[in-house]
């Protein structure tokens, strides 16, 4: 089959490679519906991660199950399934206390940007569908795997309630679906940080109730006069910057909790700030499986509609493309039509 392979930064090609197999009895395979590239998948492109070799690239996936290994209980052959990025057995402590993402077997996914997968450890990863779902909801579907699940919870995470004032720092696919999230929790004030009109447009629509476009200290300026000098109950980070953890550290109020769920590159903490500041944190993978029962619930029911993130969509044959829109921000996120 045709799949997508990272040869060295910079150099995406979609080119033959042999077809997933049952590696393990705990595995399965699906034929993707659809698949996409997600903002993380720009890291090894850009060269800000190291690349060793060839890499199986994608892992964000949902499709019909075509095959799965002999322990497989849950999913079968011809279900409609959605999964998570991470994968997980779904049984251990840590993933029976909500962090799926912790689990002790846990594996990322990889391969998905092709037209079939082989997932591990399906029974705790993979939700199936009542049904086969309508091709409009693919989108939407797929959107919940991670880059949904993300925002969901960095939401989680910043413990969003109903009338909660929120920041969400960054305008990538990630932060605008913070903002859903934000909405669907009962956030009364959403207040997105962005510079770009086209997704200015996108957050109003998902729910943001204000648009701050300063950054650095300005923007921390314009959020206090917005918030009466208090600060937000609740901040997203959706980057992993240095400049915006301080911009997200320094817009929470005392005792505010920040969700982040940007993966940190060159990020440290002062102590002293922290204490004194008196500011939550929690972040990391996000434990889609966690959410994905409801996420999926809200999808089918029509409630949310997370697919409209995906603002370009190209043939698999066009992925270096899609990575090209991506890394030049011509595009908010990607799907790959397999
Ligand atoms: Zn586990």
């Known amino acids: ?134 091709d409009e909801l693919v989108p939407d579907l797929l959107a919940v795997s991670d880059v949904l699940g993300t925002g969901w919870y960095a939401a989680d995470a910043a413990e969003v309630r109903e009338g909660s004032t ?28 962005s510079r770009h009109a086209s997704r200015q447009k996108l957050a109003r629509d998902f729910g943001a109730t204000d648009i701050v476009v300063e950054r650095g200290e300005e923007g921390v300026a314009r959020i206090k006069d917005l918030t009466k000098g208090v600060g937000a109950d609740s901040v997203l980070e959706c980057v992993g910057t240095r400049e915006s953890f301080d911009q997200a550290l320094a817009c929470s109020r005392p005792g505010g909790t920040i969700g982040y769920v940007g993966v940190p590159h060159g990020v440290t903490f002062d102590g002293q700030n922290l204490f004194f500041g008196q500011k939550r944190m929690l972040g990391g993978p996000a434990p889609v499986r966690r959410f994905l029962p409801d996420l999926l619930d809200r999808v089918l029911k029509g409630k949310i509609k997370p697919g409209k993130v995906f603002d370009l969509q190209l043939p698999l044959a066009e992925v270096a493309e899609g990575y090209r829109a991506m890394d030049e921000r011509r595009a908010i996120k990607t799907l790959l039509r397999v």
């Open 166 to 193: 929120v920041v969400v720092v960054g305008d990538g696919a990630v932060g605008l679906m913070g903002v859903l999230a934000a909405r669907e929790m009962g956030a009364e004030r959403i207040i997105a940080m």
């Open 1 to 134: 089959m045709l799949a997508t392979i990272l040869h060295k930064p910079g150099d995406i090609r979609c080119e033959e490679v042999a077809d997933p197999k049952i590696i393990h009895p705990t595995d399965a395979i699906i034929k993707l519906s659809a698949s996409c590239i997600c903002g993380s998948d720009l890291w090894p492109y850009r060269g800000l991660q190291t690349v060793d070799g060839p890499m199986h690239m994608g892992h964000e996936y949902c499709g019909i199950v075509v095959e799965v290994g002999s322990e497989v209980r849950t999913v079968r052959p011809g279900q409609f399934v959605v999964g998570s990025f991470c994968l997980s057995d779904n049984t251990c402590p840590h993933c029976r206390f909500g962090f799926q993402s912790s689990c002790v077997q846990r594996e990322f996914m990889t391969g998905a940007q092709a037209p079939y997968a082989r997932v591990a450890l399906a029974d705790g990863t993979l939700v199936a569908t009542a049904e086969v779902p309508p």
